[in-house]
């Protein structure tokens, strides 16, 4: 499940094969997958993620495993879950020094806790509504929606924008993204993210 293996990748990658600037992504970084990762896990790592760097967002992130998560038998930490995170408030979470973003975990974390923001509701809404659910958690914008939307809740359709896609499609797809890739734009922005960054 993890590594969606259910999904037919042969069947999508032979449709992008059809139009010749995904034929070259497609080249360029052969069987790019998009794994399904936990809901929260990932609502909770796109906020730290929102105007960061990689090695600061992974400090926040390990601060918060050891803080609030389970040990795990080879030293580390398991993510911890929503109530743990909710229970501890502002001044908890304090020492992940998130700066800004901190009332944006606390917000997510008491809402999921408490079933106001269900996955399990979440994943029966069509796609427009689920992000508009998304984006009334305190902090979260169109671009973490969309994360976690395709990583966290394994919409295919969902895109996440960044200066790199932007670039990319004003470059490659001005008009937006072929209709008939639109079901699966998650997967097509993948590999136009990684042909652009490469180039």
């Given at each position: ?176 993204l072929p209709r008939r890739f639109r079901p699966v734009a998650g997967i097509a922005q993948q590999y136009l ?7």
């Open positions: 499940s993890y590594f969606a293996l259910d999904v037919d990748y042969a069947a999508i990658e032979a449709s992008f094969g059809t139009n010749p600037v995904l034929r070259k992504c497609l080249a360029f970084s052969p069987g790019i997958r998009i794994l399904r990762q936990g809901f929260y896990e990932t609502l909770v790592s796109c906020i730290i993620s929102q105007n960061n760097n990689i090695p600061r967002i992974m400090g926040i992130v390990g601060r918060l495993c050891r803080l609030f998560g389970e040990p795990l038998p080879d030293g580390l930490y398991a993510f911890p879950g929503p109530a743990a995170v909710a229970a501890a408030g502002e001044a908890g979470l304090a020492p992940l020094r998130a700066g800004y973003r901190t009332k944006a975990i606390l917000d997510a974390s008491r809402r999921v806790a408490s079933g106001e923001l269900s996955e399990a509701r979440l994943r029966a809404l069509p796609t427009d509504e689920l992000r508009s659910r998304l984006l009334t958690v305190y902090g979260v914008g169109p671009k973490v929606a969309e994360c976690v939307g395709l990583f966290g809740l394994g919409r295919l359709e969902c895109s996440p924008v960044d200066v790199w896609i932007r670039r990319a499609m004003s470059k490659y797809f001005p008009r937006g993210f990684n042909y652009i960054r490469g180039q």
